[in-house]
């Protein structure tokens, strides 16, 4: 049997034919993005335990199941992006912009997709050819004693005596050699089972990765601003309601005074009014402490010193309150938009192409490399066409047998995707018991708030009932004291209940991700 003889160029260009036909070889567990379906309203009403289940059970390498039900009966609605500006407080807004913008934090995290962005080009540049080019002078002198050159390199009348001068003074190669060269340097590895592209794939979703991971970021760092403004006006608000009810009862006190030192009252009445005068005093430091602490928190969220923050909130705001309710019934979908479920989908994703790529590098390797140049031994020759020449070969890479490392890499992978798919379930349990119970913690600081308000107009009609009733002289100065006091604690109350909603609704709006990013 002869064997054809096949030109060089031909048996290269064969190499790559064959290797293109068999392309296409992709091997691996292929991704599945598993699935979420969801009523269309979420209720904050607790579930029983049939109401909502997650299923994640990975085979062949993708979820197989992913469930998630949850009924509801109310209507739909839709949550605001940018939502912080039905509050209508231009400084809130500002410190919200000024902080995504300069927040450090946040720009670390910018700096994560950054480098996500740039490992991603670096792994997909295996896709295509490796080209380098290089030249320069040589000039080398080879050695007379050398065992394999060195008779080539001395005299032939060395070796034979008995030659004529002429011919026994040759020698057949010279010693010295110097010449100029330029040439090129090609590789390229045909990605037949796709471990390259898996790679790459891993690469880009770790890039997903980062951006969601920042997105998160900036719903927690703007919700924590959010919760430190209003509760620094809440501080605000109370410490002028306490001002206000000390100046009071410094006039309260006053009377008094006139009362007992016209005989007509007691020492129990002042003693009262002193000792009431006093606790209301000692509210201030604390209020003090509160406004200082929610201050340097904006401070540092900002990047900004405290100078700075104060001069931020010199202007005296109201404390904040939506302009509406948060419906009570919300599309459960707006789940699928919280960055931790994002990300932990995402980490499925990765870890299956990371599994993917273990699974092909345990095939074989192909490889067509070239290198062309020129060469010659004075510059002037460098350009001719006699000095041009190639090396070109397509070689194969297997390693039959590495002692199990590949394939325990390839079963650390598959542990990792069923321990993402675990960790995804958890995620969006995590997820469900999260809104469910900010949106019953919402419902039930609205009603506190509605009773509080009853209370306070109650308190309010029983203080002024009691002033003209003592005015009257038919009661004594200590049911008026008592029922400032209830008024007062009714006041007090009342923020502390708009403090707590408001806390609420930041944690609602958290808990159902949205649009938080200017």
């Known amino acids: 049997m002869t064997t ?7 048996r290269l260009n064969l190499a790559i034919a064959l290797t293109l036909a068999i392309s296409g070889c992709a091997v691996g567990p292929e991704y599945q993005t598993p699935t979420m379906t969801m009523a269309d309203t979420y209720l904050y009403a607790s579930p029983d335990k049939n109401d909502a289940s997650v299923q994640a059970v990975p085979k062949g390498g993708h979820l197989t199941g992913a469930v998630l039900t949850k009924s509801a009966t109310v209507n739909k609605a839709t949550l605001p992006a940018h939502w912080w500006n039905h509050y209508q407080d231009p400084t809130l807004n500002r ?23 740039n490992y991603k080009q670096a792994v997909e540049s295996f896709k295509v050819p490796s080209v380098n080019i290089g030249g320069g002078y040589v000039n080398y002198q080879l050695s007379k004693n050398d065992s394999l050159l060195g008779p080539a390199l001395n005299p032939l009348g060395d070796l034979s005596p008995g030659l004529p001068p002429q ?16 040439g090129a340097g090609i590789a390229w590895e045909l990605d037949l089972f796709g471990r390259i592209d898996r790679q790459s794939n891993a690469a880009t ?3 997903d990765q980062a951006e969601i991971y920042r997105t998160g970021l900036t719903t927690l760092l703007t919700a924590d601003l959010i919760h430190n403004y209003i509760q620094y006006r809440g501080a605000q608000a109370r410490k002028q309601l306490a001002e206000e009810n000390i100046a009071d009862q410094r006039k309260t006190l006053a009377l008094v005074e006139k009362v007992v030192a016209s005989g007509y009252g007691s020492d129990l009445d002042l003693a009262q ?6 606790a209301s005093q000692s509210i201030l430091p604390q209020l003090d402490i509160a406004a200082q602490v929610h ?21 005296k705001q109201p404390l904040p309150e939506l302009n509406s309710a948060i419906p009570v019934g919300l599309p459960s979908d707006l789940l699928t938009r919280r960055p931790d479920i ?5 980490e499925m994703a ?23 140049g020129i060469s010659a031994g004075s510059f002037d020759d460098l350009f001719s066409s006699d000095s041009f020449g190639w090396v070109g070969s397509a070689g194969v890479s297997w390693n039959l047998f590495d002692g199990g490392r590949g394939k325990a890499l390839e079963a650390i992978n598959e542990a990792r995707f069923k321990g993402a798919a675990l960790g995804y379930e958890q995620t969006v349990n995590a997820a469900i018991a999260e809104v469910d119970t900010t949106l019953f913690t919402y419902g039930r600081s609205q009603a506190n708030q509605h009773q509080l308000d009853a209370a306070l107009k109650s308190s309010t009609q029983a203080l002024a009932k009691a002033k003209s009733l003592y005015q009257a002289g038919l009661i004594d100065h200590l049911a008026v004291l008592d029922a400032q006091r209830q008024q007062r604690m009714m006041e007090d109350r009342q923020i502390a209940a708009k403090l707590q909603t408001a806390q609420a609704t930041v944690a609602v709006y958290k808990a159902l991700g949205g649009d938080w990013q200017i």
């Open 4 to 10: 054809p003889n096949i030109p060089a160029t031909g």
């Open 95 to 117: 410190l919200i912009t000024d902080m995504q913008n300069q927040n450090l934090t946040l720009q670390i995290a910018a700096q994560r997709i950054q480098i996500a962005d």
């Open 167 to 182: 011919i026994g003074n040759t020698t057949l190669l010279d010693n010295q050699h110097d010449g100029v060269f330029l």
């Open 205 to 207: 979703i770790r890039r």
């Open 273 to 278: 009014a002193n000792a009431m005068l006093a």
């Open 295 to 315: 201050k340097h928190r904006l401070a540092l969220l900002l990047g900004e010193s405290l100078s700075d923050i104060e001069q931020r909130l010199e202007d």
């Open 342 to 346: 994002q990300i932990a989908e995402r």
């Open 350 to 372: 990765a870890i299956n192409e990371e599994w993917a790529a273990s699974v092909a590098n345990r095939y074989p390797k192909f490889f067509l490399t070239g290198a062309p």
